[in-house]
């Protein structure tokens, strides 16, 4: 069965470090997303992504958060300077054009020390 | 804005018993769907099942099945013959119908479920 795949699981940063985390989407899905669980707390929406551009962002995607496609497969999310309040578990999710489900990645453990 | 609300924390159930989570919501769009998706301790996102706003029939997957109310706002989990490996967060979550596009999913809080032996 097709799955998104999330590298790291888990990574540890120091604070004002740059940190990329990478995800790969099923193979004929055409949207992206990323979303944040801070611990204890419920899942929040960060990004959307078709077509090569952001669709639609939430005010946690702030200017220190990017995310590109680099190579019709990766999809990544880029924080420049981490903050302490950034460690969270982030998933990536893909759908495809007729969206039955959000297919989700296992998540990357982000710990910001 | 859309929000979701799950108003138990947490809640247990003894093994092959019936248990029922709540979940409430708030909007004004007419077409969306809903879902229920479980995290257990590994912490990764799974679907549980899917309900389409403009299906009156409430969707059913094996042991799970919905109460889906629309006038009301309410869209229900029932787990039916629970089993130890049922435990786990549970999260609400509500999506608006997008025409020519895929929209963001919209969590509540969660429900934490134990199933005791």
């Known amino acids: 069965e097709p799955e998104v795949t999330q590298t790291p699981s888990h990574q540890v940063t120091q604070m004002g470090q740059e940190v990329i985390l990478r995800c790969v989407p099923i193979s004929n899905h055409l949207y992206f997303y990323w979303y944040r669980q801070i611990l204890g707390q419920k899942v929040e929406f960060l990004v959307s992504f078709y077509n090569n551009e952001i669709s639609e962002k939430s005010e946690i995607f702030d200017d220190q958060f990017s995310v590109e496609r680099p190579d019709g497969s990766n999809f990544t999310l880029k924080i420049r300077s981490t903050k302490l309040e950034d460690s969270a578990m982030y998933f990536c999710?893909?759908?495809?054009?007729?969206?039955?489900?959000?297919?989700f990645g296992q998540g990357t453990r982000l710990t910001v020390v | 804005a859309q929000t979701v609300t799950q108003s138990q924390p947490e809640m247990s159930v003894q093994e092959a018993e019936t248990v029922t989570l709540s979940c409430t919501y708030d909007t004004s769009e007419s077409n969306y769907y809903l879902f229920w998706y479980k995290q257990p301790p590994s912490r990764q996102m799974i679907l549980v099942i899917r309900?389409?706003?403009?299906?009156?029939q409430n969707a059913t997957e094996n042991r799970f099945s919905v109460n889906f109310q629309k006038a009301a706002k309410s869209f229900s989990l029932k787990i039916s013959d629970s089993q130890l490996g049922d435990t786990a967060m549970y999260f609400c979550a509500f999506m608006k119908l997008a025409q020519g596009g895929s929209e963001k999913l919209v969590f509540g809080k969660g429900t934490k479920l134990t199933v005791n032996p």
């Open positions: 999710a893909s759908s495809d054009l007729g969206f039955t489900e959000a297919f």
């Open positions: 309900q389409e706003a403009y299906k009156q």
